[in-house]
């Protein structure tokens, strides 16, 4: 089954940075749209971000703007959710995504159901 690997996660202070790894050994991640998504415990799985197939267009969610920020090293097969100034309501289980109908799109998707090949999450707690 392919998965995407995520790496990163662990505890952080209020106010520190985390950077969360997405990497895959199956196929290159750069021609599609890569999704990053949070679940908190007792909640359900949100859209945090994403960036672009086409030119790495990014986009995030109100909460995390001006925060969190998502790149790729495409010679690494990797992309990064970098998150500065966390906050305790950032603890959550993060998880990639990508959206294999993405190649060539500026955009890239907000929901679950436009991804298609997961990730089994990292934890990252905001705590002190």
């Known amino acids: 089954q392919v998965r995407l690997v995520e790496s990163g996660g662990g505890l952080v202070q209020p106010g520190g940075s985390l950077r969360l790894s997405c990497t895959t050994t199956r196929f290159r991640l750069d021609p599609y749209g890569i999704g990053w998504f949070r679940q908190a415990p007792g909640k359900e799985r949100d859209w945090v971000g994403c960036?672009?197939?086409?030119?790495?267009?990014?986009y995030y969610e109100d909460s995390v703007k001006g925060r969190f920020t998502i790149s790729r090293d495409n010679a690494k097969n990797t992309v990064y959710l970098q998150m500065n100034s966390m906050k305790p309501e950032d603890t959550a289980v993060y998880y990639c995504?990508?959206?294999?109908?993405?190649?060539?799109?500026?955009?890239?998707?907000?929901?679950?159901?436009?991804?298609?090949?997961w990730g089994q999450g990292t934890q990252v707690t905001v705590s002190s």
């Open positions: 995504a990508t959206d294999l109908d993405s190649s060539g799109s500026y955009t890239c998707g907000t929901e679950e159901y436009e991804y298609d090949f």
């Open positions: 960036i672009s197939g086409y030119e790495d267009r990014t």
